[in-house]
């Protein structure tokens, strides 16, 4: 018996991906053999199945059914199929492609998201290109580089090409913090460069007062932390950018503080504080809950009303620094975040015009779970978009895996991403191939800048908003943190690199394909695959060779996945006897008429 189905073929399912509460679905599914039933199991997250039976239709040779499907939540379907009184099973296989099996255990059922509203679209935001900056290490901008605000037990480094280095205790601590010295004042002096390279909007980690150089430990989140500057700083800041029609996004660390913010020192003081009940105490004042177990970062106590109303209130946190134009907030470890929190930041932000909203969410966000409780994120009503590191997964796998059979899965695995999320939540997503929690992807490469070229490429040609991470542009290198922290290597950038990431920043502002277009897969052999993006007029190909052999390709070995049958011999044909020399990469276009 054959079966066919495949998620991503409006004949066999309609519409195609995540859809909206109160939405119609309709699959179909073929069989070439007389069968006795066909049902669709649907299962709601924690509810129990429910069997909708199929009927076959003469017209369409398919058995058919058509399910309303009321609320939002995270849904699962298969197929069971019943011939000659024997049960037999159709799961999720590679793209989207159904799969026949005997036995219904530990089956990989295929996702359905249902989301309550659309995102926002925020043209600046969608349609731009982000540029990730660590404070610290990107450069100062004060007359003689000099350097203020300068901290209690921590040393300042001789040279801008010195490496990052943590001083540590005994018991792993960090007892001595390091700084270059960077500073908002030399943000704003390298616009220039910013706007060369494409740039549309700059997304800062932490800048308020904390004792370390990431700043991920608030000290005060009403301050600045003098290191960078002044209020005054951030808004000739704000003010440079606006005019030169970039725009700012900033991080917001909520689920915890530094040990040494005037918050946890109140809290341990005094337990008549108003601040103690911000925080979790085991044994007062010694223990008490933290980050990941991390003293040194005490967590905050979400659910406390007045920590709540510190941060969105009318006088809060968030209502300060956006009402001074900031454009956009990246909140740091969402996951951790309540639900109703992340809710209420997100209703805060909207009062203030501020329609960008990205979690950090390692993992596909559609499907999240936390401590077993299923976290709705594409719900609509609270995060807009989060940092996308499965495209890193995907980028950094693909150009490193010497497995055939490997590489069509890591495309199959970002197919189901793509899948799963609503397409205004894709297109918001936060795409990365580096960040300061990463190695540096040079370093993943082997210092291979031909290899770093090409994951920019592919990084480029994926739905979401690219960000390159500083001086990922310039070659910069470092593995794991604080190593991937290195200041910007100005004067010693690999201008073939910056050159390379500056032609696909205006790809993309020319080919709106790259930012709503749909997408497919084409795999050659190893080392050598596609990726494909089309509307109803245009064709745009990327297709790259990482091995060290000169290929030509020929159309009787392409494969293509989730492409519409309609453009195989079109996208075939646009490659066939195309030469592709040795780590090298090409783009082709092609106009067509999509029937």
Known sequence: MKVTYNSWQ???KNPFGAIQANSAV???????????????WLTKHNESPVAYPMNYDEQTKKYETQVKIGSSGLYNYYFAIKQNDQMQYVDQGLFGQGNLIQDNHDLNQFQLTCYDRKV????????????????DRFANGNPHGE???????????ATQEDDPYYIKNTRGEIIRWDFFGGNLAGIRQKIPYLKKLGVTTIYLNPIFLAISNHRYDTADFMKIDPMLGTEKDLRDLIHALHQNHMHLILDGVFNHVGQDSIYFKAAIKDKNSHYYSWFNFIDYPEKYQSWWGVSSLPEVNKSNPEYQDFIYGENGVLAKWTGMQVDGWRLDVADELPMDFLRNIRTRLMKENCQVMIGEVWEDASNKLVNSKFRPYVAGDNLTGVMNYPVRNFVTNLLTTDDDAAEISIMSKLASLIEHYPSNFLRN???NIGTHDTVRIKTVLHDNEKLVAIAFGLMFMLPGVPCIY???EAGLIGKKDPDNRRFFPWGHESQSLINKVSAWVKLRKQNKILVTGKIAFMHFNVGV???IRYDEKNILIYCFNRTDQDIVLTKDNLKFYCLPDSLVSVVSSALDQVQLAAQSDLIKRKRIAVK
């Open 10 to 12: 409006k004949e066999y």
């Open 26 to 40: 309709k699959w179909s599914i073929a069989i070439d053999e007389p069968v006795q039933e066909v049902i669709l």
């Open 120 to 135: 926002p679209r925020v043209d600046w935001y969608e349609q731009g290109v982000v540029y990730q900056i660590f404070p």
């Open 147 to 157: 350097i203020t605000g300068r901290k209690k037990n921590s040393f300042i480094y």
């Open 429 to 431: 997503c936060l795409n």
């Open 470 to 472: 500083y001086g990922d």
């Open 529 to 531: 695959n596609a990726i």
